[in-house]
């Protein structure tokens, strides 16, 4: 579903991304750890031509995203749903209008909109928060409001940036519970970066380490602990002692 081959990306004069190669079958939950500042979320954005790479190419089902202009990338975007680090909320907006957006941008029926946005919340444990403003709503709410806006559309691929960043241990366990039970009822791709290595182990099959630039590690998230490769093995043990 996703391919990504020799991607160079970097701002001004700093370098980032450094020739990043892989791939995410379709259907699978693939996730994507790595140091802070490595430019985990910045391929998320890659992803979804948010932004433009410095060289390389990126495959979405067999489509060079890459060479797109604006008006060819919307049908792409159109397919991915993208649950943002810091939530991306409309402020101005109730909790029903941001989860309805994408259905309202593609000109869905106002009645279909309203059934589903009110669906939706019930499904991530939201029912009757309808018509709160973000202001109004807790670190765990918000993330709620918008895994619901990014699924919406039952898109085929779902990316999550950091979907439970800052939450507590039993908060987490609920979202990632919601997620795989939506995944499992979708069958969507799904790519999720998180810095909570154990949690994120235990909900994705395939794993990929970012580290200096480049993929490190590609490969089950059940082996990730025992990685042939020494540096890998460190971040994922939380190992102080070695050069990482």
């Not at 991607?7 to 259907?27: C, E, I, N, S, T």
């Not at 797109?68 to 101005?92: K, S, T």
């Not at 018509?131 to 918000?142: A, C, F, I, N, R």
Request: proline share 5%.
């Amino acid at each position: 579903m996703i391919e990504v081959a020799g991607v160079h990306k970097g701002f001004g004069h700093q370098p980032l991304l450094r020739g990043v190669d892989l791939q995410v079958p379709a259907g699978r939950r693939y996730g994507i750890i790595g140091p802070a500042a490595s430019g985990k979320s910045v391929l998320l954005k890659l992803f979804c031509g948010l932004l433009p790479v410095d060289s390389g190419e990126i495959y979405i089902d067999g489509t060079d995203i890459t060479r797109l202009r604006e008006d060819g990338l919307m049908p792409i975007r159109n397919r991915i749903g993208m649950l943002f680090q810091n939530y991306a909320l409309f402020d101005f907006m109730s909790v029903i209008d941001n989860v309805s957006f994408p259905l309202v941008r593609r000109g869905v029926e106002h009645d279909e909109v309203v059934e589903r946005a009110v669906a939706r919340l019930k499904a991530v444990g939201l029912a009757g928060s309808e018509h709160k403003m973000p202001s109004e709503l807790s670190g765990g709410m918000k993330k709620r409001v918008g895994i619901a806006r990014a699924t919406i559309a039952k898109p085929e691929i779902v990316i999550y940036d950091e979907p439970t960043a800052g939450l507590d241990p039993v908060t987490t366990s609920k979202i990632y519970d919601l997620l795989l039970a939506d995944q499992a009822e979708t069958g969507a791709t799904v790519v999720a970066v998180s810095s909570d290595v154990t949690a994120l182990m235990r909900f994705t099959d395939t794993v990929a380490m970012l580290h200096e630039g480049r993929i490190r590690y590609q490969g089950p998230a059940a082996t990730l602990r025992d990685a042939d490769d020494a540096v890998v093995r460190q971040f994922v043990r939380g190992d102080m002692s070695g050069p990482l």
